[in-house]
Structures are given as C-alpha cells and as structure tokens.
C-alpha cells in the first residue's frame, strides 16, 4: 500500500505553495523585464526620431544665411521658431536665396512644422514632428531656469542664436502603456555657411 | 505456482523505480547552466552594445559640435582660441575655450587632462621664447631687443614643418608654397584640425576623432577673385 500511495497532503501542499511562490517572483520579474524593454524600446524609437529630426532642422539652418534668421535671440531668450532663407547658388555673380521657410513648434498640437511661404499664395506646410514635449526636459512654467541650460520656461523645441551659430534644442515624450512618461531630450549647434 | 505469483503484488522492476541517476541529475544541471550563463552574456553583451552606441553618438555629436563652434568665429581667431596656450586668446588670457572640453554623459579617463574627455589639435609646436631679453639661445627664439636675461615663456606656434601624418603634415598652411619654420598663427589660409574624445566605459577606454582642414572660403566685398 505504502509502494502506491504517492505524495501526501503535506508534500503536496508545500510543494504548491513553492510553485505558487515561484510563480508570483516569476510573474513579477516578467513583468518589471516586459515594462523596462517597452521603456527601453520606446527610448530608443524617441532618440532616433529626434536624432532624424534634429538632423533635418540643422541641415536647413545650416544652409541659410545667418542675416536671413528671424527672430535672432540670443541666452536667456530663445524662439520655438525660426525663419529663414538658404542659399540656392549664385547667378550673375550675386547669390539667388529661396522663399522664406520656417521651422517651428505648433503650441497647440505638440507639432513641429517646417513651412515655406505661410500666410501667402504658395503655402506649403509640412509636419515633421508630433511627439514634441510642452516643455523642455526638466523645465517648469515658472519663470526661472530648472534644468540649467541658461533659459527660462523653454518649449519642447528651443532655438537659441549666437552670433552665426543656431543652437537647437528639443525633447520629445511618449506614454507607456501605465501612463509613465518618457522623454528625450537631444541638442545640438550648426552654424550658416551662407 | 501459477496462481501463487497472481495473488502476489508485482513489484517494479528496481530500474523502473530507480528516477534519475547522480549522473544524470548533474549533466542536466550542467547544461542547464550554460544555456543560463549563455543567455545571461547575450543579455549583457547586448546591454553593452547599446551602451557602446550611445556613447559613440554622444562622442561624434560633440565633436561635430565643437567644429561648428569654431566655425562661428573669425577664421584666424580660430587657432588662438583653440590651442594649447590661455595667453593668446582672443579677448585676453584665458578667455578663450581652449583645446580641452567636457562631453556631458561620457566619463573621462584617469589620466586625462584636467579631467577632460575632448582635445583640439592642431599643427603647433610649444616653442620657449625670450620675451624682454637680450637675444636667445639653445633652441629658444628671442622677442624683443633689449639687453638683459628677459623672460622665458612657452608659446604654441602654428608651424607649416610640424609632423603629423593624420593633418597631413607637414603642408603649406599660408599660401606662399613653402613649408618654413615661422610662426602662421596669424596668416593661415588652411588649418588642420584634429578633435579627439577619449572615455571609458565598461568595455575599456574608447576614442572617436574627427580630423579636418578649415578653410576661410569668404571673398572680401568689392574683391574679384
């Protein structure tokens, strides 16, 4: 009989209780492992959607003429958009500029825009961006400079001049699925050529 | 017989009851082992990787950024300001940026300068002049007429005759077709520039550089070329 009996109540019981035990430390560092890739990929999808968007910002300033900017702030100011006109060679020995373009930061709609002849015949608007933060990383509304970069209150896409030299800063944010935000934030300086 | 082995319970075999041998209790937890060490190197190799390619981002955007800082200045201010000697910066001693910078997120290494990741280099050689004194000697370049002992100073000259095969040296920096010994801090066309970022990080010591000639492109108004 003792050959046939197999395991009794108490073996069973903590043998249960050990694979309930496992399974509860199981299903928590899955899903800590889950949340920190979901966090991680969501980081690394925003660095590269900045690092392309950074890019294509600095490659259009990059061309333009630093007389064509407008506006021109200079620390503490800095401007959420800039107008400008790049250089599309010369003609008869004097230099031919494009239609005024802009690159901005919609408040409303967290966009960033690129445009060329807004508000007149030819307008042509594209989006570029829509992930962009209210406010730069690590800024509050409040009139003092929070994270150290010399500027108050910046927005999500910050443009700051120094005499031909454009220094772009800008942070884009993404929910995870509890609602923990995730922002990054990239920055860089080009200086017109023309 | 028969009828006596029916009323009998039949045990298993020995074998059958035996479960898992030392043996085979040990090789399955060997392997079992390296399929977790195995996966737990991928995990931080991988981990690695990442890191690895953030760093270099950071390293490359910094060094293109302090190239595009130098671009913002006067051409001929570029090397004063960025070379090795506080003494002949635009604006006055030590106003300048200097040939050492930080990069924010990159962690220096022990030895580095000042605790500094990134470096400007460019085609200069440290030279002792006599400044106020009465003539030089041993090497030393003398400034200045007067008699007297004057003082010795280091000073960071551009030289078209510096050796430095990544700048391409030596070359012609001025124009004239000659590679001679003077002093071109003041009359360069051409400037080589190296920017090299150095930090450490798990995998070791790392380094990314840029190495390119700056030139000044600009036709004075009211010039033909």
């Known amino acids: 009989m003792s050959a046939r009996a197999g395991f009794t109540v108490v073996e069973v019981v903590i043998a249960m209780a050990l694979v309930g035990l496992v399974l509860t430390k199981l299903t928590l560092v899955m899903d800590e492992a889950r949340r920190a890739h979901q966090e991680e990929s969501i980081s690394m999808a925003l660095d590269d959607q900045a690092m392309e968007l950074l890019d294509k910002i600095a490659f259009a300033i990059v061309g333009s003429s630093a007389e064509s900017l407008d506006p021109t702030p200079m620390a503490p100011f800095y401007s959420g958009t800039i107008h400008y006109q790049i250089s599309l060679g010369v003609e008869d020995g004097k230099p031919v500029w494009s239609e005024p373009e802009v690159i901005g930061l919609s408040e409303d709609s967290g966009q960033v825009y690129w445009g060329q002849n807004v508000g007149q015949a030819g307008e042509r608007i594209v989006v570029w961006a829509n992930t962009v933060s209210e406010m730069l990383e690590d800024e509050l509304l409040n009139g003092v400079d929070d994270n150290g970069n010399d500027l108050a209150d910046e927005l999500g896409l910050a443009f700051v001049l120094d005499e031909k030299a454009v220094t772009i800063r800008l942070s884009l944010e993404r929910e995870r699925d509890d609602g923990h935000k995730i922002q990054v934030t990239k920055e860089t300086t080009v200086t017109c050529r023309n | ?225």
């Open chain 2, 1 to 225: 017989m028969r009828s006596k082995d029916l009323r009998r319970p039949q045990k298993p075999p020995a074998r059958a009851r035996a479960g898992l041998t030392i043996v085979e209790v040990i090789v399955a937890l060997s392997v079992l082992v390296v399929a977790a060490t195995i996966f737990c190197q991928t995990l931080l190799s991988t981990a690695r990787v990442r890191q690895l390619n953030r760093d270099n981002a950071l390293a490359a955007d910094a060094a293109r950024v302090v190239l595009e800082r130098m671009r913002n200045r006067t051409f001929l201010e570029i090397y004063k300001a960025y070379n090795e000697d506080p003494k002949d910066d635009p604006g006055g001693n030590g106003k300048g940026p200097g040939h050492l910078f930080d990069v924010a997120g990159l962690q220096p290494l022990d030895d580095a300068p000042q605790g500094k990741v990134g470096r400007v280099t460019f085609p200069s050689l440290a030279v002792q002049v006599t400044v106020g004194g009465g003539g030089g000697s041993g090497g030393k370049m003398s400034l200045g007429g007067g008699a007297g002992a004057g003082t010795v100073v280091t000073e960071w000259h551009l030289r078209e005759d510096a050796t430095d095969e990544g700048l391409g040296m030596p070359r012609d920096l001025n124009g004239n077709n000659l590679v001679d010994t003077a002093n071109h801090s003041s009359d360069y066309l051409v400037l080589p520039v190296r920017v090299r970022i150095e930090w450490k990080n798990g995998a070791g010591a790392r380094r990314f550089e840029i190495v390119t000639q700056l030139g000044d492109f600009r036709v004075d108004e009211g010039v033909v070329p």
